[in-house]
Each structure stands twice: as structure tokens, then as C-alpha cells.
């Protein structure tokens, strides 16, 4: 037993009221950039509908997450080494651009620098991409409050995976009684499928919390990590050539603050904390052969924080005091372990996702008020959930591989939370029978609704804290990209960065790369000599670094060595091998000291 931690976070469906707050502090904190144009590291899909890329739950398409061999082992469902090496320099199973949406900005220098004249000047869309004028057609809420239309529901890949006189159900009730807002943001799995899949060895899981992470320096853009995120929450930068994702925030968590979607969620609606888990069964659990059993199989790695044995373990492996005690006050044990109305989204993907959501229960009330009846009394709700028409189906698609009993057993609790305490509330006696009826006693009832109704901000956010006195000076939290020269400096316009006419992608990755390789490294790591990369190599000249620095060939292989990486012409990194020009300088002598063979 190898007992590590683990950062998390629930999502309430019920309390969800699709305003996007969420996805605007986000992308305002760390996908403002150029060329993240069209990232959104946490969007709000109206359900049912197609997501955000379209269609990103079509696994046959896309070929995201795990699948089991003939022997019953793991494997990448898009392949493994042999398929991924002869698909290193081109993956086409992955979205295209138009999956997303083609980023755009206005010609706003066109309101102000246009010539007098009798009609108003206007501001026309631009494409980021190319420059030209466009016409918008999709963006990443271009569905938004359509869930269950016509238009949307016949490109829901869940919707096509139920039968027929399902489909037949959901045209007819869907469009009038049902529509739920569904966040997501990178789940930050326990057997993350795109960490496998990144043949730079980019992409690693933090052990002390957890968080997934691209590491900037190792990525060299090969995308297969895009396709191997079966929620397509790995994005793609065309201006830096990197792979972007979901942070969980971690400057913000490592100081014991939620993070920046959390913290401005209006609903309430997300907690986050952590869980102690066993290492060394995740790739036994994720192997389940049966899918609606890796549900159970997921619940089994949360390791019980009261069990002095699991303390034990995490002492041994080094957990603090703090961190233990989080796991033991952490909201996300509870509602997924102990009171278990908490599900993970989508576990046929068998990556144990770290993100999990209590299915929502107000389309049944909403029903029973609409149609006259008393929609909190204990004997309609119960009624109503086992008489539910699709959408239990529905919600068994997302979130239990299609078991529905499961998922009828979560509405179940939430209908007795809220027929129990209305009678507290009205002053009457407490039915015990109705705790009793869904496996629960009053006190477990009262302990869930003061979690899910009325928890206070350290409640529902609970994460050890490292340096709690820094923690208001990540309030207003930059982007790590942004250094000078990086990423995020450039092409900024009075309207903010990519404003006005954008230059073309081609000819600002041209530009980029002349400037990665005459410039110093701009996150100002200055130890990089003996190191070469061929995918920045401008082709002139002999990238020094290219091959082990020899001792034995004289004082001026040694000082390349030390020097300032590929394509430089000398240690003292004046440049690479060619002059301002751009023309090629004279080659070095074919002999002599410090010359290769």
C-alpha cells in the first residue's frame, strides 16, 4: 500500500445556473494570451448538446482514454508505442479547428482610422488565424440554452448511445421539462490517458497534490496528448507550439486558496479538498473488466483518513499533519465516499477522474410543482424519480457507464434531504423513515444538507496551506506564460492583446522562431548549454549541442558545452550561425582544435 494525496473537486448539477462567471475569470487569469484564443480551460456545456470541442464524447471518432487488450490489460485506445511512432509527425485523429471554433477579434482600428465619410465605419470579425475577414459560426457556448432542441439533441453523442424509443422519449420531453448546465474543467486524473500519451514525457502528475501539468520546456508540440484526453481538455497554443491545460490553479491551491472558478462561482456550487488514496492499485481499478463496476472500483482507492492504518501509510510516505487532516474534513470524501451522491463523469474512459459532479435533481420538482402536485413531499419525489422518463438514462450515460440504479439510487438521497429537513423547517417532527428509506439515518441527512446547502467558505473549501500569508497576493494571479518575449508578449492592440488586424499564425511563428533562436531564453533559465532542439533548429549552420561535449578535443568543445544551447556560433551565445542578413557565414576550418570530425 502506497498511500499518496490527492486534490479534487465535486460539482452540484443543482446549483449550476449557466452564467459563464467561471469561464470568463479563467480565461481572463490564464488564457488571455495570443494563440489561446479559442482555449477555454473551464466552459459550461448546456446538456444535452453536442460539447465543447463538438462531439468530444465520440470515443470511436476521437480515440480518447483506455481500453483493454485481449489479455484484460490497459492500453491507449488510440495505440501504443509502434501506432504512436508512425503517427508522431501527423495525428489526425484529434479535433480540427472548426470542432473548436476559428478564434476571431474586430477591426476595431478600423472605428477609429477610418476617413470621414457619410456612412458609420464598422468593425468587422477577423479571423486570429489568418487574418482575413470571416463569418462566425460556432464558439465555444454557441449552443447555450438549447439543450434538448431539435437542433442539438441529434449531435449528442450520449442521446446516441440510448436505444431508439429512448430518442423517441427525449424529442418529446426534453424540449419542455429538461436542460442542466454541466461545467468541466481537465479532471486531473489518477490514470491520465494524455500523460501516457505525450511521447516528450511532457505531461506529469504532481505528487504531492495530484495536479496534472504540461511541463513548457519538455513539450514539443507533437498533440498527441490532445487526442489522448478523452474529455479533450488538452489544447494546443499555435503561437508558442506547446500543449496547454488546466492548471487546478496550483499557485492558488499550493497557499491554501480555491481555485479561480471556484472562487467566483455565483452558484456555490463547487468544493473542493483532498483524499488519500492507494497508488499501487490505480492500475488495477482502471483495468476493471466490467465498466459499470470501475464506478465501485474508483470508490475503493479513497482511502478511509480515520483508519489509523491509512494514516500510518500516509505518515510513512511523508503526507503531513495538515494534509491528513484536510483528507479527514475534506467535503470530497464525503459526498463521494460517505454519503456517495458525488459521480465521476464518464468512467468507461477508466482514467479515474478527479472531477465529480451530484447529478441534479430540480427538473423533478419543477415537473411535480408544474403539473399540481406538493414537489417536496417525500412519496411524489420518490415516485417521480422511479417513473423519470430519459433522463436517469441520460445521467447513467454521463456518469455511471449506463447504470441506472445508481444514479436512481443518488436522486433518491436527494429527494429524502429535501422532503426531511422541509419538515425541520416547518417546524414538524423529523420522518425517520424517510432517511431509512434510502440506506441513511437524520443525522447523516442533516450532516448532508448542511454540506450541500448551507457550508461555509471553509467548508466547502478545504486545502492545506503552504504559505497562508501570501495567499491575498494571488488574488489577482498572471498567467506563468507571460514573461518577456514569452508567449504572452506581443500583438497587443488598444483593446487588449490580438486586437485590431492580427497578423497572420504563419508569419508570427516565422518571426517566433527567428527570435527563439537569436534570443536568450526568455523564462531566463540560463542552463541550457549542451542542449539542442531540432524542431527550432533554423537549418543554418551546425546547432551546437548536438552532440556530448568530448574533454579530450580541446578548451573549445568545452566552452560550447557550457555555451547557450543549439544554433548559437560561439559560447559566448552572439547568435546563431548566420549574420543579420539572414545569409550564412563563412564554415569553421575543417581541422583543428574544438573542430568535430
Known amino acids: 500500500m502506497r498511500i499518496m494525496a490527492q486534490t479534487a473537486m465535486v460539482m452540484a448539477l443543482d446549483k449550476c445556473i449557466g452564467c459563464h462567471t467561471c469561464s470568463v475569470t479563467c480565461k481572463q487569469a490564464w488564457t488571455n494570451r495570443a494563440g489561446t484564443e479559442y482555449v477555454w480551460f473551464n466552459n459550461v456545456e448546456t446538456r444535452p448538446g453536442q460539447g465543447y470541442p463538438r462531439r468530444y464524447e465520440d470515443q470511436e471518432r476521437w480515440k480518447g482514454g483506455w481500453e483493454l487488450n485481449s489479455r484484460g490489460k490497459l492500453k491507449l485506445k488510440a495505440g501504443g508505442r509502434l501506432a504512436k511512432l508512425f503517427g508522431i509527425f501527423a495525428s489526425p485523429v484529434q479535433p480540427e479547428l472548426n470542432d473548436y471554433y476559428e478564434p476571431w477579434t474586430y477591426d476595431y482600428e478600423n472605428l477609429i482610422n477610418a476617413p470621414a465619410g457619410k456612412d458609420f465605419p464598422v468593425a468587422r470579425p477577423k479571423s486570429l488565424i489568418t487574418g482575413e475577414n470571416m463569418n462566425i459560426r460556432w464558439s465555444a457556448n454557441w449552443d447555450d440554452d438549447l439543450g434538448g432542441s431539435e437542433r442539438t439533441n441529434r449531435q449528442d453523442p450520449v442521446l446516441q448511445k440510448l436505444r431508439s424509443e429512448a430518442e423517441e422519449k427525449v424529442k418529446a420531453d426534453f424540449d419542455n421539462t429538461f436542460m442542466f448546465y454541466l461545467p468541466r474543467i481537465c479532471e486531473h486524473c489518477l490514470n491520465p490517458s494524455c500523460m501516457a500519451s505525450c511521447p516528450s514525457g511532457a505531461i506529469y502528475k504532481r505528487e504531492e497534490d495530484g495536479i496534472v501539468l504540461v511541463d513548457q520546456d519538455r513539450c514539443r508540440g507533437w498533440r498527441q496528448c490532445v487526442t489522448g484526453c478523452p474529455y479533450k481538455k488538452m489544447y494546443f497554443n499555435h503561437r508558442s507550439g506547446k500543449a496547454e491545460k488546466c492548471t487546478f490553479c496550483y499557485p492558488r491551491i499550493e497557499v491554501g486558496i480555491p481555485t479561480v472558478c471556484a472562487e467566483t462561482c455565483v452558484g456555490r456550487l463547487r468544493y473542493i479538498g483532498i483524499f488519500l488514496y492507494d497508488a499501487d492499485k490505480v492500475t488495477e481499478a482502471a483495468s476493471t473488466p466490467n465498466v459499470q463496476d470501475l464506478y465501485e472500483a474508483q470508490l475503493d482507492l479513497m482511502m478511509d483518513p480515520n483508519d489509523p492504518e491509512v494514516v500510518a501509510g500516509a505518515r510513512a510516505e511523508g503526507i503531513p499533519e495538515d494534509w491528513i487532516d484536510a483528507a479527514r474534513r475534506s467535503p470530497v470524501y464525503a459526498m463521494a465516499k460517505t454519503f456517495r451522491v458525488a459521480l465521476p463523469l464518464h468512467p468507461e474512459y477508466r482514467t479515474m477522474p478527479m472531477v465529480w459532479y451530484v447529478p441534479p435533481l430540480s427538473p423533478i420538482v419543477d415537473v411535480l410543482n408544474e403539473q399540481g402536485h406538493d414537489g417536496e413531499s417525500a412519496d411524489n419525489l420518490f415516485g417521480a424519480i422511479e417513473a423519470l422518463r430519459i433522463p436517469v438514462e441520460y445521467l447513467a450515460e454521463l456518469f455511471t457507464a449506463g447504470d441506472t440504479d445508481l444514479v436512481t439510487g443518488v436522486l433518491r438521497k436527494l429527494a429524502a434531504m429535501r422532503a426531511y429537513m422541509r419538515d425541520i423547517t416547518l417546524g414538524d417532527a423529523p420522518d425517520e423513515r424517510i432517511a431509512a428509506d434510502v440506506g441513511m439515518t437524520g443525522e447523516q441527512i442533516v450532516a448532508m444538507y448542511r454540506l450541500m446547502a448551507v457550508a461555509k467558505y471553509e467548508e466547502r473549501y478545504v486545502i492545506p496551506t503552504a504559505h497562508l500569508e501570501d495567499a491575498h497576493n494571488l488574488e489577482e494571479i498572471g498567467c506563468s506564460l507571460d514573461v518577456e518575449g514569452g508567449p504572452g508578449m506581443g500583438?497587443?492592440?488598444?483593446?487588449?492583446?490580438?486586437?485590431?488586424?492580427?497578423?497572420?499564425?504563419?508569419?508570427?511563428?516565422?518571426?517566433?522562431?527567428?527570435?527563439?533562436?537569436?534570443?536568450?531564453?526568455?523564462?531566463?533559465?540560463?542552463?541550457?548549454?549542451?542542449?539542442?532542439?531540432?524542431?527550432?533548429w533554423d537549418g543554418r549552420g551546425t546547432p551546437r549541442g548536438l552532440f556530448p561535449a568530448n574533454n579530450n578535443r580541446g578548451a573549445a568543445d568545452a566552452d560550447a558545452a557550457e555555451g547557450k544551447g543549439a544554433g548559437y556560433d560561439s559560447a559566448e551565445g552572439d547568435g546563431p550561425a548566420s549574420d543579420s542578413g539572414g545569409r550564412n557565414r563563412p564554415e569553421p576550418p575543417s581541422s583543428g582544435p574544438g573542430v568535430r570530425p
Open 491 to 536: 500583438q497587443t492592440g488598444v483593446f487588449g492583446e490580438a486586437s485590431g488586424r492580427p497578423t497572420p499564425v504563419a508569419v508570427e511563428n516565422f518571426d517566433a522562431l527567428q527570435a527563439r533562436q537569436r534570443g536568450e531564453d526568455p523564462t531566463g533559465n540560463g542552463n541550457l548549454g549542451g542542449r539542442v532542439n531540432l524542431l527550432n
